[in-house]
């Protein structure tokens, strides 16, 4: 293998794929070798850099320079004078908030400076496809490690030690799950990864398994031989084909070198692995679901107990974790459980992957230490609103999960301050919201969501949901009555203490957050017919301010309901039984004379 | 493929795979050569092609290869400079691709400075 | 296409055999079936019962509890329309509801001439391009509605 100087990593996970890096690939390659430098520099896919707004992302090594938003047409001027003359292209920078003067090292970028990267540590810095490449970074150090030096008991010691909890919305300790399943009798278990990320908003699984998938798999490695399983099932939503793909070649990869199969490491410890593709039922991702899924039947949830650590998969005995959860064991089973316990606060350990989304400057996957911020998240990272809007709000854990505030942006983030103020951790997304966002829509929203995603085997959750829905939608509408606060509350408390599982029983967060915090845009839609942030379409007024209006008639023009008159150079009008809302005149106003309310 | 037994096989894939992501991480070691048009006309390819074929032969990791641009002593190009460890950038010029296993030997690796060719030494 | 009652039958043993004697094989069939066919039409169904030998009921039950699976033809070209939080904050609602308009289709709904299928879907995973839609294989990111035009365009 010859000596590179320098490497090229180009972005190859969904969002930068999606904006055209495949095409900057090709025409890297095909561009060093036209100039025979392809013998020097090194040309990497890699998976996904967690900026993904800012893609196709490109990072030139040694110099770790962050060029952004790159297409084909760019990669000439790239190659010639970056690559060849060792000369920044300063147009393609990273700026952010910063001058263009000062290039900044990839990880000085705010966006990254103030993250922590354990469970994404090689998430865009290594070709997911090349075990080796994962093998340079101490990849599969920790099995060799469990396997010759450590027990079964003593590897869940060291989980328990590093006070890891599960990463997928639970927060369950993870040394103590694998406990229990460790302790079941029977010859036959199973360990299972939950990789059916169906949080809207939440992507940090697919990100993973498309960045780095052998962490994945030597964490369900370390999980089976602590456990006692000698079977695996990874569980993937069929929406992600890119991470599917790159799981079987991992898989095979893994097998080639002997450390998934027979013998592992010429010991006793046998490990298979298959891929189960999910087929699209969010309730899939309660573990209960997911087995029953797994088992080729309607992925509906069932009572606990028996827990599945005693009659899980086919009735074996099972352990489920998710993606990031998984992708944590093997840093931890490396470096040791004190070193993760040292990261976070007191009861939440370690660090934590958010997805940043919504109106915020910088979007992406963001991993901090517990602790952080929500305004650490929001402003340094994600620097800031976007526009220079208003922030709002903040949506946190998913349609299970809550809205909260300004007031809550001091809050140091962990599963017990998050559930303090009705949110939960959940899988991790967060959504930002500004002043345009209509919170009674936003609760709406989510809602819709779970109701449709509802299984229908429980009454309070298919029902329950149902009513609450209708409440909303009217509330939206126009239509609310005072009285609907109550039910709203009723309905929602009765919902989270009676239904089956996990979905059921978080459904009404979004809503009891939002009438907790918000109250006021409810009352507002409810008694004064209006939405304060203009989002809810029927409460929607267009005024004409007679003080601005030119009289173009570029308005009346516009109105597909000619709702609008006026006489040229006059003050014009809206009929407010006639207009449809559709905001044409808004957009076609030269002097913004009509006002949204 | 050979299935991985021990730690040690895994070390020796490890090893041989360095080179893999070594170059990216800034080495202990960096060597910067200057591919202005001026380094260039004067043979700057010739002398970083000259740094990685020494770089290989000997083995070395964790020396990182990176270019800049003209930094304004066009009459001394080609110019390469070196920063050994922590210490102060020691900048070489006139530099042919027959000077470069001599400073890669001496400076380096060994972390003495080839005085004869040095034109500046910057913090 | 016209698949006649044979072929349908020699494909469908050709998806059932790996799962013959091997747990939890309904789902991937069906997947299977589907990729082959465009969608589960009720031979194909009636075709995995009587190899299976798994009632109809089951398999309905299962075919109609995930997304995933089709009992009607689809459109050759599948138009998905992010309806995650993501995209809903960045006006996803509007992108559905253009094309709604110009495909003269509702949600899950078909043309006439079978162009295209048009699905809201919960998350694509790509929120950091929201509003995000997707035809087929390829994304489209940052999506106006006046930019639907082009893009229905590149798909015949």
């Known amino acids: 293998m010859g000596l590179y100087r320098s490497h090229v990593l180009i972005c190859g996970g969904t969002g930068c794929v999606s904006s055209g890096s495949l095409e900057v690939l090709e025409a890297l390659k095909k561009g060093l070798a036209e100039k025979g430098m392809d013998k020097e520099i090194l040309v990497v896919s890699t998976g996904c850099h967690g900026m993904c707004e800012m893609g196709p992302i490109v990072v030139v090594y040694p110099e770790g320079t962050f060029y952004c938003r790159v297409t084909a047409a760019d990669v000439p001027e790239l190659i010639e004078e970056h690559l060849y003359k060792g000369r920044v292209v300063e147009r393609l920078i990273y700026k952010g908030e910063g001058k263009a003067s000062d290039v900044p090292h990839y990880t000085e970028i705010p966006f990254y400076k103030k993250q922590h990267r354990i469970a994404l540590r090689n998430c865009g810095y290594i070709n997911p496809d090349s075990i080796d490449e994962y093998i340079a970074r101490d990849g599969y150090a920790a099995l060799v490690k469990a396997l010759t030096e450590m027990t079964p008991e003593a590897v869940i010691e060291e989980v328990k030690t590093s006070g890891l909890r599960g990463r997928g919305g639970g927060g369950f300790p993870t040394g103590l799950k694998w406990s229990f399943c460790a302790r079941s009798a029977g010859d036959k278990k199973y360990v299972i990864c939950n990789a059916d990320e169906g949080d809207p908003g939440a992507f940090m699984d697919r990100s993973l398994l498309e960045g780095d998938p052998h962490a994945v798999v030597e964490g369900m490695l370390l999980g089976a031989y602590a456990m006692g399983a000698n079977e695996g099932y990874i569980y993937c939503r069929a929406e992600y084909p890119l991470a599917i793909k790159r799981l079987k070649r991992t898989i095979e990869q893994a097998t080639e070198y002997g450390l998934l199969g027979e013998h592992i490491l010429g010991t006793d410890f046998s490990f298979e692995l298959h891929i189960k593709e999910g087929a699209g039922a969010f309730v899939c991702g309660e573990e209960t679901a997911l087995m029953a899924s797994i088992e080729g039947r309607r992925g509906m949830p069932r009572p606990r107990p028996p827990f599945p650590a005693n009659k899980g998969l086919w009735g074996k005995p099972s352990n489920i974790n998710n993606v990031e959860t998984w992708a944590n064991v093997p840093s931890i089973i490396r470096n040791g459980g004190e070193w993760y316990a040292a990261m976070g606060t007191e009861k939440s350990k370690g660090t934590k992957v958010f997805a940043l989304t919504g109106k915020v400057n910088h979007t992406g996957l963001v991993e901090v230490p517990m602790g952080t911020t929500i305004r650490e998240i929001v402003f340094e990272i994600g620097g800031g609103i976007l526009n220079g809007k208003k922030f709002k709000a903040v949506q946190i854990g998913g349609p299970s999960g809550g809205c909260l505030t300004k007031d809550h942006l001091d809050i140091p983030i962990s599963y017990e301050s998050l559930s303090q103020v009705g949110a939960i951790m959940g899988s991790g997304g967060l959504v930002v919201m500004d002043e345009d966002n209509c919170m009674v829509d936003v609760a709406k929203f989510f809602l819709e969501f779970t109701q449709a995603e509802s299984c229908g085997k429980c009454p309070p959750c298919r029902e329950g949901t149902k009513k609450m829905l209708d409440i909303l939608t009217r509330i939206c509408a126009g239509k609310g009555k005072p009285e609907d606060l109550e039910a709203l509350e009723y309905l929602g408390t009765m919902i989270k203490e009676t239904s089956l599982c996990g979905l059921g029983q978080t459904a009404p967060n979004p809503v009891l957050t939002t009438l907790r915090y918000f109250r006021d845009e409810y009352e507002a839609h409810i008694n004064e017919k209006r939405c304060p942030a203009g989002a809810c379409t029927e409460l929607t007024r267009f005024i004409i301010d007679a003080d601005k209006c030119i009289g173009c008639t570029k308005c009346a023009r516009v109105c597909p309901a000619d709702a609008i008159t006026g006489a040229v150079k006059q003050p014009h009008v809206i009929d407010q039984d006639k207009c449809v809302k559709c905001g044409a005149c808004a957009e076609a106003c030269p002097v913004k004379a009509i006002d949204r309310r | ?123 | 296409m016209t698949t006649t009652q044979e072929e349908v039958l020699s494909k469908v043993r050709e998806i059932v055999s790996p799962w013959k004697d091997k747990k939890g094989g309904l789902i991937p069939i069906l997947q299977q079936a589907q990729h082959e066919f465009g969608y589960l039409p009720p031979e194909v169904v009636q075709a995995i019962s009587d190899e299976m030998l798994i009632p109809l009921a089951e398999i309905y039950g299962v075919a109609t509890f995930y997304a995933q699976f089709h009992l009607k033809p689809r459109g050759r070209h599948v138009v998905r329309v992010c309806r995650g939080t993501a995209c809903h904050v960045r006006g996803s609602l509007k992108i559905l509801e253009k094309l709604k308009e110009t495909l003269h289709v509702t949600d899950n709904g078909t043309t006439e001439d079978l162009r295209f299928t048009l699905e809201p879907v919960a998350c694509l995973g790509a929120c950091g391009l929201a509003p995000v839609m997707t035809i087929d294989e390829q994304t489209f990111g940052r999506v106006r509605p006046e930019m639907l035009g082009d893009i229905l365009g590149k798909f015949e």
């Open chain 2, 1 to 123: 493929m050979p299935k991985i037994k021990t730690l040690d096989d895994l070390k020796k894939i490890k090893e041989s795979t360095m080179d893999l992501t070594g170059a990216r991480s800034q080495g202990k070691t960096r060597i910067i050569i200057g591919m202005g048009t001026c380094g260039i006309a004067a043979g700057a390819r010739a002398v970083m092609e000259a740094v990685m074929a020494e770089l290989s032969r000997r083995g070395l990791k964790d020396v990182s290869v990176e270019t800049t641009g003209c930094i304004g002593m066009c009459q001394d190009e080609p110019l390469l400079d070196v920063i050994h460890g922590g210490e102060s950038r020691i900048t070489y010029g006139k530099v042919g691709p027959d000077d470069v296993p001599r400073i890669i030997a001496e400076h380096v690796v060994n972390g003495r400075v080839v005085e004869d060719k040095v034109i500046g030494r910057t913090d």
